[in-house]
């Protein structure tokens, strides 16, 4: 039924669905179905999946057959409630399964307060950066962009479609294929021969060549960060004998030089650059908090303009009031969870580590989200790391308490990003920013029941439920390696002076005239190069495409094809798993 | 020297920099390298020539200790290549600054370029105006024209004006560029919105999206006009 004009249809026209009930249930539902099958899928695999793709494909299907008169939006809302629901998971199921294994005595009230803070935080702290992120900076959000062009599809024409489709069915045919084969990079360096230090390593994703496509130059310098990071340091650091020897390692050059170089690439990337970079992100984002103050400030103004508003019409934003009660609150919640956890630290304590992992999250947030905004790929676990170790430190080496205020970083920097992706689809499709916002708060917090209360059907103390050598076969990987770094910490391992250096970098960076240079430069040291160098190909082609075809052709043919490579690799991903789950394959 | 040399030089002397920079910032203390490399011992089955009985144990190095081990150690390169950053990243902001105030009397580019943008937006209001007007007829036939207007508005306006941010940004100052970028994008999502509403089949969100958009671009005209 549509709507018609006001001179044939003398009644009022039906108001344009966008926060409906339905759209608000069915993304509880999706998100909360996702939630309890990516807990799982990260307790036996290690990683969790986005769900934004399978939120807006079953919204349509549902929406359709429910409601007569269903809309773009409509299915919008539904996916960023889906997402910012599932979403939580990952917060919850990389951080807290390390308490379980350590056999800690916890509360999981204060682990799901911790969780659900840490939800309403992520969200309250990223909507004033909305303008400047997503109107005056335009970053990408590759799989914002892929969820719009998937939710633009009804109307966005056959041609556009079928682009869309080309590249949905290239992804999942070599995602397939890898799968098979269980080849997930293409080594061409160590074909021709080169040295390991000097790594030419192709991730098999085409989900990421189609981020680097729309990216496009504006990935140059991310591509440059890994560059510079893997074949000028990693030579250099090489040849100047930085590296373990082959005689320390007890390998002999002569005849295992591939294994000594193999242990030397692992030594340098999880001792010197991961830390490096991770050290480069917080000093990149702390220049850009800089950077951006005269834009934040127009943002504040425009959400405090929101809360004065004296007409009738809806404003575009949450309103500074509402959000300002929101951080207090969930400050609130944090604090009280951060009493609960603990039994040995004073209130004032608790105050300041509640407040240090509030200012924590609020530059990790910004990390994940810029460096998402043009790479699509989260820095999440480095930043939450970090975030466990500061906390660690200021509880005076309390691991119930790191661990319970690290679930709130971890989950509040997913939803920054969940949240800015969303808004970004949402700018692309006319959302109303509000009704999004609105529905992410709302509801989002949901998702932390959840994955907290599979966690605790999962377990069982006796070694069947989960963690190394469980017979479940729900290894916990990231638990399992958060309780190792404790562990470290415990014996005064920190790579305290990694963080710095690369502090100063970034922070340097941030005087250069291209925003957020320290945040790129950051995240090509701290991923692997086969993933930078795979995102690489899609920029190069992006860039040559550009300069032969034009900026609207990019527009009508790249946009949606890239889209299709993006969503076709997620969806893949996400079916392979669940039948490797289904089947008891490894 | 040309501008072009110069920004290049710039910029070289920033990768220079970093590469120094991260380099010796990557550098390991001793007791760490010797603690990474029992770690990796321990970790490989093919080291079998150190057994796990003859490997020292990991000495840890305190982290306040790891930074003043490490800058003793790095400190002069580390630093020279922190100038370098700087230095280039100081020289490549200046070189952008004379870039833009050199622009209106030695090249015509920039003034164009003020030009196109008020002319894109005036190009916006427009079109935005002959959509409104044919809405107006209450025929929800029109729709479909107004659905395809929107996507020619899109590419051939509205996508050219969001590229030349950059250039509007200098031009303007940071202040002035954000009330009327933001301005615009307000009408930007508003024309996303309705052409939502078009393919919905709601004549009524088309028609209202539409009329806000256009007073939302006719606002950005305003403001850039002001400056």
Redesign the interface.
Same mark, same amino acid.
């Given at each position: 039924m549509n709507d018609l004009p006001s001179s044939q249809n003398q009644a009022t026209p039906k108001p344009y669905r966008e926060l409906t009930p339905i759209a608000v249930i069915l993304g509880i539902l999706i998100g909360s179905l996702m939630n309890a099958a990516f807990v799982y899928i990260a307790l036996k695999l290690g990683f969790s999946l986005g769900g934004s793709t399978v939120a807006a494909i079953i919204g349509f299907g549902v929406l359709k057959l429910a409601v007569d008169q269903s809309s773009i939006i409509e299915n919008n809302i539904n996916q960023t409630i889906a997402s910012g629901v599932n979403n939580a998971s990952a917060g919850v199921v990389f951080t807290l399964p390390a308490l379980f294994l350590m056999g800690a005595d916890f509360s999981p009230t204060s682990a799901i307060l911790s969780a659900i803070a840490g939800t309403f935080l992520g969200i309250v702290i990223i909507i004033p950066l909305r303008k400047q992120m997503i109107e005056f900076e335009r970053l990408r959000f590759p799989s914002g962009i892929a969820v719009a062009s998937l939710l633009k599809s009804p109307g966005a024409g056959a041609k556009q479609a079928k682009l869309l489709g080309l590249g949905f069915v290239i992804a999942t045919l070599f995602h397939v294929a890898s799968e098979l084969s269980g080849i997930s990079d293409f080594n061409l360096g160590g074909l021709l021969s080169i040295p390991a230090y000097f790594p030419i390593v192709l991730g098999i994703s085409f989900a990421s060549i189609g981020a680097g496509m729309l990216a496009g130059g504006g990935g140059l310098p991310f591509v440059a960060g890994g560059i510079l990071a893997w074949w000028i340091i990693s030579p250099l650091v090489t040849s100047l004998g930085w590296l373990p020897s082959a005689e320390s390692l007890g390998l002999d050059l002569g005849t295992q030089a591939g294994k000594v170089l193999e242990l030397q690439g692992q030594a340098l990337y999880k001792a010197m650059l991961r830390p490096l970079g991770i050290g480069t992100l917080i000093g990149g984002a702390m220049a850009g908090v800089v950077a951006s103050l005269p834009a934040l400030k127009g943002a504040l103004k425009s959400l405090s303009n929101a809360a004065q508003t004296s007409s009738g019409d809806s404003p575009d934003e949450l309103d500074a009031k509402a959000l300002g009660i929101a951080a207090v609150s969930a400050f609130l919640l944090l604090f009280a969870a951060a009493v609960i956890a603990s039994s040995k630290m004073s209130l004032a304590a608790c105050a300041l580590i509640a407040v240090v992992g509030f200012v924590w999250l609020i530059l990790a947030g910004l990390v994940v989200a810029q460096a998402t905004g043009v790479t699509d790929i989260s820095p999440l676990s480095g930043m939450s790391l970090i975030g466990v170790t500061l906390m660690y430190f200021l509880s005076g080496g309390d691991s119930v308490v790191a661990i319970i205020l690290g679930v709130a970083v971890c989950v509040g920097i997913g939803q920054c990003a969940d949240m800015m992706s969303d808004l970004k689809a949402g700018h692309m499709i006319g959302a109303s920013p509000r009704s999004q916002q609105l529905a992410q708060l709302g509801f989002s917090w949901v998702g932390v029941p959840v994955a907290v209360g599979v966690l605790y059907l999962l377990w069982t103390p006796d070694g069947g439920g989960f963690g190394p050598g469980a017979t479940s076969g729900l290894s916990a990987p990231q638990g399992d390696a958060l309780q190792g770094i404790l562990l470290g910490l415990a014996s005064g391992d920190a790579p305290l002076d990694k963080y710095i250096v690369g502090a100063v970098i970034g922070l340097s960076l941030g005087v250069f005239p291209i925003s957020g240079l320290g945040v790129l430069v950051g995240l090509a040291m701290y991923l692997p190069f086969s993933v930078t160098l795979t995102y690489a190909v899609g920029s190069v082609i992006a860039i040559g495409l550009e300069k032969s075809k034009g900026r609207a052709w990019m527009g009508s043919h790249i946009v949606p094809f890239a889209a299709g490579l993006i969503i076709g690799e997620a969806l893949t991903s996400i079916t392979a798993v669940l039948i490797r789950l289904a089947t008891g394959a490894s | 020297m040309s501008p072009t040399q110069n920004k290049l030089i710039a910029n070289l002397l920033?990768?220079i +920099?970093?590469?120094v920079? &991260? %380099?010796f +910032?990557?550098?390991?203390?001793p007791k %760490?390298?010797q603690?990474? %490399?029992i770690e990796?011992?321990k970790k490989?089955q !093919?080291?079998?020539?150190?057994v796990a009985s003859e490997l020292p144990s990991i000495e840890?190095? &305190? @982290?306040?200790e790891?930074?003043k %081990?490490?800058?003793s150690l790095s400190a002069l390169p /580390?630093t020279s290549g922190?100038c370098l950053?700087?230095l +280039?990243? /100081?020289w490549?902001?200046k070189l952008?600054h004379d870039e833009l105030n050199r622009e209106p009397s030695e090249h015509s580019d920039h003034s164009t370029q003020a030009l196109k943008a008020d002319e894109s937006l005036a190009l916006m209001i427009k079109t935005l105006r002959e959509m409104d007007a044919l809405l107006a007829q209450?025929? @929800?036939k029109q729709l479909t024209v107004v659905?395809q207007a929107l996507e020619k508005l899109?590419?051939?306006t509205i996508? @050219?004006f969001? !590229?030349s941010?950059e250039q509007l940004k200098m031009k303007l100052g940071?202040?002035h560029?954000?009330?009327v /970028?933001?301005s615009f994008?307000?009408g930007?999502?508003?024309?996303?919105?309705?052409? &939502? &509403?078009?393919?919905?089949?709601?004549?009524?969100?088309t028609k209202s999206?539409i009329k806000t958009a256009l007073s939302s671009i006719e606002s950005a005209l305003a403001l850039l006009s002001n400056s």
């Open positions: - | 920033v990768v +920099g970093v590469g920079c &991260a %380099t +910032g990557a550098q390991l203390t %760490t390298l603690a990474v %490399t990796q011992v490989n !093919e080291s079998s020539r150190l840890v190095e &305190a @982290p306040v790891r930074v %081990t490490w800058w /580390f922190l950053i700087l +280039g990243s /100081f490549a902001r952008q209450d025929d @929800p659905k899109q590419i051939d996508d @050219p969001v !590229e941010r940071i202040n560029f954000v009330e /970028f933001g994008s307000q930007e999502r508003k024309i996303n919105r309705a052409w &939502a &509403a078009c393919v919905d089949q709601h004549f009524a969100e999206s």
